[in-house]
T-cell receptor
Framework: QKEVEQNSGPLSVPEGAIASLNCTYSDRGSQSFFWYRQYSGKSPELIMFIYSNGDKEDGRFTAQLNKASQYVSLLIRDSQPSDSATYLC???????????FGTGTRLQVFP | DTGVSQDPRHKITKRGQNVTFRCDPISEHNRLYWYRQTLGQGPEFLTYFQNEAQLEKSRLLSDRFSAERPKGSFSTLEIQRTEQGDSAMYLCAGRAGGDTGELFFGEGSRLTVL
C-alpha cells in the first residue's frame, strides 16, 4: 500500500462547478496535510495545509481532514479554467520532517 | 514567488557526465529539501538539511548522488556518472521553523541525460 494515494484522473468539471479532490494516507500517526497545485512544467505551489480534523477554508478552497478515516480532501468552489492543473496531496508522517507526496490528480475545468 | 532559486533551470548532458545543481533558499529557511520528480509522478524525497547538517537521506539516493549545504545557506546536489534514469526534475524546497512543516519549492532544475 502506498503511503499517500490519489486518483490520477483526469477529473473533468465544468466552469463554475465544485471540484472535489481526494487523498488517503496509510500512516495513522501522520501530523500535517498539504495540498499543492502544479501546472504543467512548473514546480508545486502550496495552496493550503491542515492538521486538525474538520474543515479549513481559504477563499474558494476548502480542505477537509478526517483522521479516523485517514482521508483528506480539497474542494474548489466556482472552478475556473485557470484551476486546470495537477493537485498533489502531501503528508507529513509521524515523527519525520519530510513530506510524502501522492502522484497527483489532474483537474480539467472546461468552459 | 517563494524566494527559492535554483540553477541551472535546464541541463542536458551525456550519459556518464557529472552534473551539479544549486539551490538558494531565503534566510528564514533553516531546513532545505531535495526532491526528484518524473513525469506523471509526485515528488520523491531525496534528502534534507537542517542548517548545514544532513539529517536524512532516502534509499533513492545512490552513491552517485551527493548533497551539501556547507554554510547552512545554499545547497548543491551533485550526480556523478549520470544515467538515463536520472532524467527528471530536481526540486529544492525551503522550510522555516515551526510545527506545520509546509515546504516552498523553487522552480526546479530539469535534467535530461542523453
Amino acid at each position: 500500500q502506498k503511503e499517500v494515494e490519489q486518483n490520477s484522473g483526469p477529473l473533468s468539471v465544468p466552469e463554475g462547478a465544485i471540484a472535489s479532490l481526494n487523498c488517503t494516507y496509510s500512516d495513522r500517526g501522520s501530523q500535517s496535510f498539504f495540498w499543492y497545485r502544479q501546472y504543467s512544467g512548473k514546480s508545486p505551489e502550496l495552496i493550503m495545509f491542515i492538521y486538525s480534523n474538520g474543515d479549513k477554508e481559504d477563499g474558494r478552497f476548502t480542505a477537509q481532514l478526517n483522521k479516523a478515516s485517514q482521508y483528506v480532501s480539497l474542494l474548489i468552489r466556482d472552478s475556473q479554467p485557470s484551476d486546470s492543473a495537477t493537485y498533489l496531496c502531501a503528508v507529513r508522517l509521524y515523527n519525520t520532517d519530510k513530506l510524502i507526496f501522492g502522484t497527483g490528480t489532474r483537474l480539467q475545468v472546461f468552459p | 514567488d517563494t524566494g527559492v532559486s535554483q540553477d541551472p533551470r535546464h541541463k542536458i548532458t551525456k550519459r556518464g557526465q557529472n552534473v551539479t545543481f544549486r539551490c538558494d533558499p531565503i534566510s528564514e529557511h533553516n531546513r532545505l529539501y531535495w526532491y526528484r520528480q518524473t513525469l506523471g509522478q509526485g515528488p520523491e524525497f531525496l534528502t534534507y538539511f537542517q542548517n548545514e547538517a544532513q539529517l536524512e537521506k532516502s534509499r533513492l539516493l545512490s552513491d552517485r548522488f551527493s548533497a551539501e549545504r556547507p554554510k547552512g545557506s545554499f545547497s548543491t546536489l551533485e550526480i556523478q556518472r549520470t544515467e538515463q534514469g536520472d532524467s527528471a526534475m530536481y526540486l529544492c524546497a525551503g522550510r522555516a521553523g515551526g510545527d506545520t512543516g509546509e515546504l516552498f519549492f523553487g522552480e526546479g532544475s530539469r535534467l535530461t541525460v542523453l
